[in-house]
Nanobody
């Protein structure tokens, strides 16, 4: 049974940093189709960063967030620096297969990130 278990969320002041993690159980990540999404209250879910044909960051997080994969390909990370209140939301990791575009089949349970001003 594939499970993606997230951790590392919490509350931080504006300008601070957090690293959220997504540990795979019963699954090993590939090099592609790895992503972090987020959903702010009252807003649509949006892609934060997606590794597909290339690694693409949302404009709003470029230069501040970094996606990385542990060498054993069991943990996916999102390092978040210079956090802003607008970054507040539930963060979800996702993984899947490449079919020209990514088909995200596996999702984390979500972890809350709250950034205060």
């Amino acid at each position: 049974q594939v499970q993606l278990v997230e951790s590392g969320g919490g509350s931080v002041q504006s300008g601070g940093s957090l690293r959220v993690s997504c540990a795979a159980s019963g699954y090993t990540y590939s090099r592609y189709c790895l992503a972090w999404f987020r959903q702010a209250p009252g807003k649509e879910r949006e892609g934060v960063v997606i590794i597909g044909r290339s690694t693409r960051y949302a404009d709003s997080v470029k230069g501040r967030f970094t996606i990385s994969l542990e060498n054993a390909k069991k943990i996916l990370y999102l390092q978040m620096n210079s956090l802003k209140p607008e970054d507040t939301g539930i963060y979800y990791c996702a993984a899947g297969d490449w079919y020209g575009t990514c088909d995200f089949k596996h999702w984390g349970q979500g972890t809350q990130v709250t950034v205060s001003s």
